[in-house]
């Protein structure tokens, strides 16, 4: 599959979507995974299971994009995503974007990914992410403002993040190489980082976020 796969699938009450052992191939002209709940009714759900989403783009979230909906992401590999802005400067995180839901990731790959703004690999506002056993490379975010930042994850809006046994590796944003959180709580367990880049938190950068980090 090359051209988008979801795209504003209308949501009524309850569904369940499934995509597993699958390659989606953006081939650097198309989004590839929009998906949408109804917030109010019972959240609808989203799985991807031994997939690679690669190459997509576009003005916004050209991987995977999920509102409203909980997500759970095993053993895949989301990479070379790129994002830019509109007219007016907006835009999204490049390969996964989540809002208002719960999102599990294990052993996952975020690999390559750039976006003009904050949260090339994950952005998410208003969310509880809990991630284990994967890893951040090579991913670049470029926004200097000060709620932005975090070239592999951007959390807002009172998130709760929580990383476990993963890794962040030659990531580079303004603010917070790795990850930023912004009016959020993260926390972080035997996870390890090097070579991130940032004018400032070359890790983890912070704004009026509860961060904890344990054998790190």
Not at 91 to 114: E, H, M, P, Q, Y
Not at 116 to 135: M, P, Q, R, W, Y
């Amino acid at each position: 599959l090359s051209d988008q796969l979801i795209e504003d699938l209308p949501v009524q009450g309850f569904i369940d979507v499934t995509l597993s052992n699958l390659t989606l191939d953006g081939m650097n002209q198309y989004g590839l995974v929009r998906f949408e709940g109804d917030s109010a009714s019972t959240p609808a759900s989203l799985t991807i299971q031994n997939c690679s989403i690669i190459n997509g783009i576009g003005m916004s979230n050209p991987g995977v994009q999920s509102d409203n909906a909980d997500v759970l992401i095993e053993d895949s590999v989301l990479s070379g995503h790129r994002t830019g802005a509109d007219s007016e400067g907006r835009g999204d995180g490049a390969a996964l974007s989540v809002s208002k839901a719960t999102t599990t990731i294990n052993r996952t790959i975020f690999n390559d990914n750039a976006y003009h703004g904050d949260g090339a690999a994950i952005k998410g506002s208003n969310v509880d992410i809990v991630i284990t056993e994967s890893s951040f490379s090579d991913n670049t975010s470029g926004s200097a403002s000060e709620e932005q930042g975090g070239a592999a994850i951007f959390v807002k809006k009172g998130s709760t993040l929580s990383i476990s046994n993963s890794s962040f590796t030659g990531n580079t944003s303004p603010l917070g190489g790795a990850v930023s959180c912004y009016e959020s709580s993260c926390e972080f367990t035997q996870c390890e980082f090097g070579d991130n880049h940032a004018d400032y938190g070359g890790a983890i950068y912070g704004t009026g976020a509860d961060i904890i980090a344990t054998g790190n």
